[in-house]
């Protein structure tokens, strides 16, 4: 009986996915697909911000350790960006919480990176898909701290 729950468990399993998006361009892209009445994946939660570039590698830490199974932080196109360099202190940012993801022990596929436009409401459609296929393979979030016991659960 309790393989029958697990299997059905598993083929229920929707991701939670907390998604990022500039203001400017990737909401505006989320607004359009909606607009537009593209289908997507509703396991995006959506977090609006003035810049990806104003994202602290912290706050990807937080929504994965407030039970978040994976992330998603969009911004504008290079060189499009409404506060000039904002999408590429992004991008080295990005750079640096995969490494520390490394560090920690999470999987790389849980944090995606993307640029849309205001214009690209499809793409932001096909970029929620994908983020959904690769958190969804990766199944549910079990933690990214892992507890020392001190030894004691081999007592």
């Known amino acids: ?38 289908q997507y994946p509703a396991t995006i939660r959506t977090i609006r911000v003035p810049c990806s570039g104003r994202i602290n590698p912290l706050y990807v830490l937080k929504a994965m350790a407030n039970g978040a199974d994976g992330v998603l932080v969009s911004g504008c196109h290079p060189g499009d960006c409404h506060y000039i360099s904002g999408n590429y202190v992004a991008r080295r940012k990005f750079a640096l919480i995969k490494s520390l993801l490394n560090h920690v022990g999470l999987e790389e596929d849980r944090v995606n990176f993307s640029w849309v436009s205001a214009a690209e409401g499809i793409r932001f459609a096909e970029v929620v898909k994908g983020v959904t296929e690769r958190v969804s393979a990766l199944g549910p979030n079990n933690g990214i701290f892992k507890v020392d016991d001190g030894g004691a659960a081999g007592e």
């Open 1 to 38: 009986m309790g393989e029958i729950q697990v299997e059905t468990e598993t083929k229920n399993y929707e991701p939670k996915i907390a998604a990022f998006l500039c203001n400017w361009c990737s909401y505006a892209g989320a607004d359009l697909a909606g607009v537009g009445r593209i």
